[in-house]
């Protein structure tokens, strides 16, 4: 699979480097990064979301951990045999960066289907253009060590992949790009990871007391009409 988006197939190579060197950089685990990344080239040739990489990869780290975390929900999900509703990926962060819609139920329905679209890109197009870079840093993306590595590292970062808005800060009414505004509201690791989704009925506290947690790998995650509404009610 080649570029799908405006770039040279060179550029879209080297910002696919760049991206997986980001990751490794900020301590996420080389197999899953490539499966992080398979999976947005895999949203730009089928999800409809072009340049999806070069969009990922002119944002700030903070925004590359959280589009990551989303990626690595929904890869989990891909894998696993078993689906609650809890489980069923969303990316709010991700779609609001692109600025385009993806229909998640296709996810959803066929999901054996894109778990092995997505596994033919890390085996043939994200090997070929990785392997420099794992070789360079000696990394062995096949050996059992480096996926229990991978587990305890999602365990130990599961914090990081939380954001908090404190009270004060206030979204406009009808803003499309709310998901950005509540990244960039800062993070904390002391949030409570089973906080559940706000609603109107039980968060009618004064502006000023209010604080929103945004989870996108433990809890229920918000939908950006959850988040106008908190701030907008």
């Given amino acids: 699979m080649g570029t799908t988006g405006r770039e040279s197939p060179r550029a879209w190579a ?4 760049g ?3 980001r990751m490794l950089e900020v301590g996420r685990p080389p197999r899953l990064s490539m499966k992080v990344i398979g999976f947005w080239v895999w949203l730009e040739g089928h999800g409809g979301l072009p340049d ?3 969009t990922i990869a002119h944002r700030s780290d903070k925004i590359l951990q959280l589009v990551a975390a989303e990626a690595e929900t929904t890869v989990s999900f891909l894998s696993s045999s078993t689906t609650t509703e809890e489980e069923i990926p969303v990316l709010p962060v991700t779609l609001d960066i692109s ?3 993806f229909p998640l139920d296709g996810i959803v329905a066929g999901r054996e289907r894109v778990a092995n679209e997505i596994e033919e890109i ?13 070789r360079e840093r000696k990394i062995d993306i096949t050996s059992d060590e480096d ?3 991978e587990e305890e590292d999602k365990e130990e970062k599961s914090d990081d992949h939380q954001v908090v808005v404190e009270g004060g800060e206030e979204g406009r009414k009808g803003d499309g790009r709310l998901a950005a505004a509540v990244v960039g509201g800062g993070g904390g690791g002391s949030l409570d990871p089973k906080a559940r989704a706000w609603s109107p009925e039980s968060g009618r506290a ?3 007391d209010r604080c929103l947690y945004v989870t996108f790998s433990i809890g229920d995650p918000l939908s950006a009409d959850q988040i106008e ?3 907008t009610r």
Avoid: K
Wanted: proline content about 3%; some cysteine.
């Fill in 14 to 17: 080297n910002t696919i480097i």
């Fill in 52 to 54: 999806l990489l070069t």
């Fill in 206 to 208: 004064p502006v000023e």
């Fill in 229 to 231: 509404r908190f701030f």
């Fill in 99 to 101: 600025q385009n819609e």
């Fill in 19 to 21: 991206l997986f060197s």
């Fill in 122 to 134: 890390c085996e043939g197009t994200l090997q070929e253009l990785l392997g420099g870079v794992l």
């Fill in 147 to 149: 996926e229990e590595d």
